[in-house]
């Protein structure tokens, strides 16, 4: 944390706010609008490019090995990327189950977006404070994606749980009326309410699209606790945990647009995504031997296990290699289906 002065960090949210405030004002503009394609994907490969451009002056401005911390950014970066667009999938089929119209999924997914840069900042915040003080905390980030990784591999798509039972979603509607129409881009609605025979009163009341934008919040607190150790397997420098973190949900709002048209095509993704997270939960024990050693020896065993440090270059030639034969066998073995 003491890398870097005060003034860094609040720039760089200055800049994030200024980022957000450009993606709702050029990119799926207030009102019912629809988002092609071909808009998706330009605003997708923007945002790639802007996290590049963030990498380069890592690269160049960097004041600790600059170099490191640039291929740790794209390790981070990708990781979380390539996990995102697994939970792309489950936002699809949130706005499936809600009936949420094309039309209105920008605005949702736009506080969405912002509501998840609030969380994973205080994740990763309290995670580096939590690993500053208490390293072994590194081993159980390691196992629990180990396990993550595994489930990646046994979770059968078809058993979905109903979203509108969600916990959060119930004691919501515990204290605060929910109306059973949409009323289009609106979250809150008012409407009068008959208090007894000769009187009516106003109500405020949620619409279905608040509620599906509250389970999305929610969901993406699970997702955070996989994807932030993820990120921290390969580095633990809390503001390149950080910035590769929200770098990567800044262009989630596109890339949602852009992958529901081919979400047939990525069959297999999830798979890559096990193996990425079973690597990354390795790689994370195998540095942490002096732990393990130690724990071995207060049970009785002599393990002796090397300290055992993978390089951020071989990390992220491993990811991006499972990500793209991931992506690339769905499109082959999907695309018969198409003819």
Not at 70 to 83: Q, R, V
Not at 249 to 267: N, P, S
Not at 290 to 304: C, H, R
């Amino acid at each position: 944390m003491d890398i870097l002065p005060l003034w860094a960090w609040l720039l760089f949210y200055v800049l994030v706010f200024i980022m957000l405030i450009a993606d709702l004002k050029m990119f799926g503009k207030k009102g019912e609008h629809e988002v092609s394609i071909k808009e998706a994907l330009k605003m997708t490969f923007v945002w790639i490019g802007v996290s590049l451009v963030f990498c380069a002056g890592i690269y160049f401005l960097y004041p600790v090995e600059p170099h490191e911390k640039a291929m740790e950014f794209l390790a981070g970066y990708l990781i979380e990327k390539s996990l995102s667009m697994d939970n792309l999938f489950v936002f699809l089929m949130l706005f499936s189950f809600f009936g949420v119209e094309r039309k209105y999924q920008h605005e949702v997914l736009f506080w969405g977006i912002f509501g998840a840069l609030v969380l994973r900042s205080i994740f990763i915040f309290a995670g580096a404070a939590m690993v500053e003080q208490f390293e072994w905390v590194l081993g159980l980030f390691g196992l629990f994606l180990l396990y993550t990784g595994g489930k990646m591999f046994s979770h059968n798509d078809e058993q979905q749980s109903d979203p509108s039972q969600n916990i959060i979603v119930r004691l919501f509607k515990k204290f605060f009326p929910v109306t059973d129409q949409m009323h289009g881009e609106k979250f809150f609605i008012k409407e009068k309410v008959k208090v007894n025979s000769e009187k009516f009163a106003t109500a405020t009341k949620a619409t279905p699209l608040f509620i599906t934008l509250l389970v999305i919040e929610t969901t993406d607190v699970a997702f955070a606790v996989d994807s932030i150790p993820a990120v921290f397997s390969v580095s633990r420098d809390p503001f390149i945990v950080l910035t590769s973190n929200i770098f990567a949900i800044l262009g989630l709002r596109a890339l949602y647009f852009a992958l529901a048209a081919v979400a047939k095509y990525f069959t297999y993704l999830k798979y890559g995504l096990g193996i990425i997270l079973i690597f990354v939960g390795i790689k994370m024990l195998l540095a942490m031997n002096e732990y393990i050693n130690a724990g071995a020896a207060w049970l009785g065993y002599d393990l002796n296990m090397p300290h055992i440090e993978i390089p951020t270059v071989w990390s992220l030639a491993f990811i991006f290699g499972t990500l793209t034969l991931s992506m690339g066998l769905s499109y082959l073995i999907s695309k018969p289906n198409k003819n």
